[in-house]
């Protein structure tokens, strides 16, 4: 929320999935904790460094 209303990307959830070429249906489980295993915390970590944040 804090880079929404800073006007920074990536705003939301769709900014990130645009940026990796993955369904926004798929970045929200992904970022959820749906899906589980090696590349879905390959993901998870990468989701965050684009985010600016650490996991």
């Known amino acids: ?3 929404k209303k800073a006007g ?3 705003a939301n ?3 990130i999935a645009r940026r990796f070429g993955l ?3 798929y970045t929200y489980s992904v970022i959820a904790e749906s ?3 090696p590349k879905s915390n390959e993901w998870r970590k990468k ?3 684009y ?3 650490e996991v």
Do not use: I, T, Y
């Open 47 to 49: 989701f965050a460094a």
């Open 8 to 10: 920074l990307k990536p």
């Open 23 to 25: 369904s926004r249906m």
């Open 13 to 15: 959830q769709a900014d």
């Open 35 to 37: 899906q589980r295993g």
């Open 1 to 3: 929320m804090r880079n």
């Open 51 to 53: 985010a600016g944040m």
